[in-house]
């Protein structure tokens, strides 16, 4: 894995573990941003280790669903989370009265925990 690859992921864990604090903080709206960030830092590791980056949160996700879903690298439900997570992100960061559960932001949390993992695992397991 390269060096800008892992420090993404270091970024990605980082966001997970603020995710976190704030679910415990009952700042539920802000842990989505959080969330959303931890997952998308993640993915971002992934273009890193092959060198490539994109300005668009949309192009991100969309080279992400391209290379790695339909690829079959990782399950569908990855496309699931990074997408949901980016609808949900900019409703709490955008929208007005967006109420937000503690389910909703745990929900988010577990989420991104696990794509965080998965990409960690992905990438440690390429060769240097």
Do not use: P, W
């Amino acid at each position: 894995m390269n060096e800008y690859a892992k420090y993404r992921l270091e970024l990605a864990a980082e966001r997970v573990s603020a995710t976190k604090a704030m679910i415990d903080m009952g700042a539920y709206r802000d842990s989505i941003n959080r969330s959303y960030y931890a997952i998308f830092t993640a993915a971002r590791a992934l273009l890193a280790e092959r060198n490539i980056d994109f300005k668009k949160h949309s192009a991100v996700i969309g080279y992400f669903r391209r290379e790695y879903i339909k690829t079959n690298v990782f399950d569908k439900k990855f496309s699931d989370y990074i997408g949901e997570a980016f609808r949900f992100r900019n409703d709490c960061d955008y929208g007005d009265f967006v109420i937000v559960s503690r389910a909703e932001a745990e929900e988010q949390y577990q989420h991104a925990v696990k794509f965080v993992e998965t990409v960690k695992e992905y990438l440690s397991g390429q060769a240097e």
